[in-house]
């Protein structure tokens, strides 16, 4: 009889005749803190047959800590944020069962789709460009590329504590921050003369073209998978402060930025 007894408690224990939990921890994957009050949403992977296998939900609480008490055995689940521009970086397929450790999961405030956007506080934003691309040539058949609109007033600024987010695995390829870099001489181009411009990751040494990089401080570039593609997350001050351009080799746009802090002229 102890026996009979005994062996009915392992299995109300244990979740042992169809149903177990699992419980994690939600943070925020840029600081590592607990993230309080967020619905997490797990369903099964493959999709089960057994509708009332599908789906469960439940809230993080102050420490972040969450639990699926009744998750169907024998199943996994992916678990999801229904939250806009919140995402869960990696794959977070779950499954009922025991663990010596909490595990964590990452949630990054994120845009829902590809492009270049702009993270301030907790707010997503996403980035216009500025003006079309200007290809021409110098003298000695250098390539010059610029904006064919000069900017002279505000532009959007990376500021401290900001970061600038490169969303989607073709963009984070192709996508380049290089100086714009302002020269108020009278300069012979293929096409003409210009003056009074700003020139698109290079400056003239005389009548030579120069080409001048970013330096970007790789320690302060954060890249994280989210929805199986690359985001990028580059923080206000992996580059010097300046203005910067930024685009693809081919495009035919050009996205102007200010990092650190706007390099607008005080009026």
Known sequence: MRNIVYSL????????????????????????????????????SPPSTDLTCQVREVTSDESGGFAFSDLCRDQSYV??????NLHLSGTNTIASGESTEVPKHSAWRSPDGSGIFRLSEDKVQPIPTFAD?????????????????????????????????????????????KPLISDEKRRRLASGF???????GLKFDGAKVQRVDGELDISKVTDVLIRGEGVRFIAHDAL????????????????????GASQAPAK
Request: proline share 6%; aromatic share 6%.
């Open 194 to 200: 210009i003056t009074n411009h700003v020139y698109i």
């Open 9 to 44: 408690f392992l299995a109300t224990v244990c979740g042992c005749g169809g149903s177990s939990g699992y419980s994690g921890q939600l943070v925020n994957g840029m600081s590592g803190e607990p993230l309080n009050g967020v619905r997490i949403v797990a369903r099964s």
């Open 133 to 177: 691309v200007a290809r021409d040539e110098a003298l000695d058949g250098s390539p010059v590329l610029y904006p064919d609109m000069k900017p002279t007033g505000r532009v959007i600024t990376i500021a401290a504590g900001d970061h600038l987010i490169i969303s989607g695995k073709n963009w984070v390829k192709g996508q380049q921050l």
């Open 79 to 84: 678990l999801t944020v229904p939250t806009p």
């Open 240 to 259: 010097p402060e300046g203005r910067y351009a930024l685009m693809a080799e081919d495009d035919q746009r050009v996205t102007i930025l200010d990092f």
